[in-house]
Structures are given as C-alpha cells and as structure tokens.
Nanobody, 121 residues
Framework: QVQLVESGGGLVQPGGSLRLSCAAS????????MGWYRQPPGKQRELVAA???????NYADSVKGRFTISRDNAKITVYLQMNSLKPEDTAVYYC???????????????WGQGTQVTVSS
C-alpha cells in the first residue's frame, strides 16, 4: 500500500503565502506524475498543478504565476508554494500520485486525505 500525507494548510490573509507538502510512503517502486488538486466548497475537484518524474510542470490558468510545484525525488515529496493567495483559492487541497508498486509492479493512482486552505481577512 501507498500513503500520501499532506501538511501545510491553514488560514492566511489575501496576498499571503502558504507552502503545502505531500510525503509518499509505502511499497513504492517508482512514482510518476505527482500533483495537487483542490475542491472549493460546493464545487468539483480540479487540477491545480502537476509535475512529472522528469520535472515537467503543468498549471491551471487560475494559478499560473502565483503557484509553484516542485518535488524532491529522494524524499518522495511534492510541494506547492502558493503566493499572492486570493479568497477564491479557498479549498481543500489534495495530493495525488501515480505510483508503481514495489511488489506487484502494478501502477495505481493514490490520493492524500486533503488539507484545508482558507484565504480570508
């Protein structure tokens, strides 16, 4: 099994910054794309940013220029640096990873439990 544990959420004022972290652990042979999704209140979950194992990144238009995704393959951790936060960034943020199992070599998609980010004055 694979576990994704997020941290770093919280309450921040508009214009502020937060850094989310997501650490993967378990029976991991290889991790491919890792990403962050978010689900605002009453809305569907949406992609925020993703990063491949080679470092190629992809961002939602709404966060381009404000958010930066990065990963540390040695620590099996993905980060999301969020700057210039807006009230509309308020959501539960979920980590996602495409993982190949160490034992079965099967490839599956995993989610973290989510972390709340609230942007409010």
């Amino acid at each position: 099994q694979v576990q994704l544990v997020e941290s770093g959420g919280g309450l921040v004022q508009p214009g502020g910054s937060l850094r989310l972290s997501c650490a993967a652990s378990g029976s991991i042979f290889r991790i491919y794309t890792m990403g962050w999704y978010r689900q605002p209140p009453g809305k569907q979950r949406e992609l925020v940013a993703a990063i491949t194992s080679g470092g190629t990144t992809n961002y939602a238009d709404s966060v381009k220029g404000r958010f930066t995704i990065s990963r540390d393959n040695a620590k099996i951790t993905v980060y999301l640096q969020m700057n210039s936060l807006k009230p509309e960034d308020t959501a539960v943020y979920y980590c996602n990873a495409d993982v190949q199992s160490y034992y079965s070599r099967s490839r599956d998609n995993y989610w973290g439990q989510g972390t709340q980010v609230t942007v409010s004055s």
